[in-house]
């Protein structure tokens, strides 16, 4: 399976809001062989979460597995929306994009969102503490955001100043 390179901090595609997946032009076929690009450069990584932004293609699709009870728990995440939120966790957070990195930041404890799975199908669900986190973490990439963007000001700062050092070791 195919190994993607990943976007790193200060590509334009990481910035941009992308667009739906729109399932009635979209091949199954196609979004099947993205999916398992996305899977496979995920946990090549070893990351939790991937969203597309991230493989250089704004469209509104992610993949998550926080693996609970260390079990594969694979969830497609398209067009995905926040519908409700409860409770505020302050935990540290890391990103595929700026490897390397880690800031607390604070998050809704607990989160419902809705989307569609790789058929197309709606499907709604919760979750909490490490799977809220990557819910939240991954749609703010469709929307053209990095956890660095959500950091106070002084801890915005400080991030700021570490990335310019890793830059350095990415190239
Ligand atoms: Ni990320």
Redesign the pocket.
Known sequence: MPVLPIMRHGEPCLKKVSLPVDFATFKKRDIAKLLKNMWSTMYAAKGV?L?AP?IGLNLRLAVIDVRPDGKRQKLVLANPEIISREGDLHEEEG???IPGLYAKLTRSAKVTIRAFDEKGEPYEMTGTDLLARAFQ??ID?LDGK??VDRLDFPEKMKAMQAIRELKKSWI
């Open positions: 979460g969203a991230q990103c595929l994009s973490h991954e990439h990095l956890f």
